[in-house]
């Protein structure tokens, strides 16, 4: 089982930037699709952006231009870095892992707010 630690959430005014860090454990990292996820209250969890094991990208239409997903495989390290931020950006954000089976990390909080 693959576990996985977020970090790198905070507040942030709108127009501000922040980089998301998901350290990963358990398992062979670069044989594992990687991602971020977000679920805001009351919606449902969606993706924001996936790196694949070749290095890959797929984004949301939504943060297309705006956030940059890439891995560090040495580290077993992923990262969002999160620009030009907006209000409804705001959420809880999940690195997740895609390998024999799904894993998820508990979480990360992004406040943007004035």
């Known amino acids: 089982q693959v576990q996985l630690v977020e970090s790198g959430g905070g507040l942030v005014q709108p127009g501000g930037s922040l980089r998301l860090s998901c350290a990963a454990s358990g398992s062979i990292f670069s044989n594992l699709v990687m991602g971020w996820y977000r679920q805001a209250p009351e919606k449902q969890r969606e993706l924001v952006a996936l790196?694949?094991?070749?290095?890959?990208?797929i984004y949301a239409e939504f943060v297309k231009g705006r956030f940059t997903i890439s891995r560090d495989n040495g580290k077993k390290m992923v990262f969002l870095q999160m620009n030009s931020l907006k209000a409804e950006d705001a959420a809880v954000y999940y690195c997740?892992?895609?390998?024999?089976?799904?894993?998820w990390g508990q979480g990360t909080q992004v406040t943007v707010s004035s």
């Open positions: 790196i694949g094991i070749s290095g890959n990208t």
């Open positions: 997740y892992s895609r390998g024999s089976e799904s894993n």
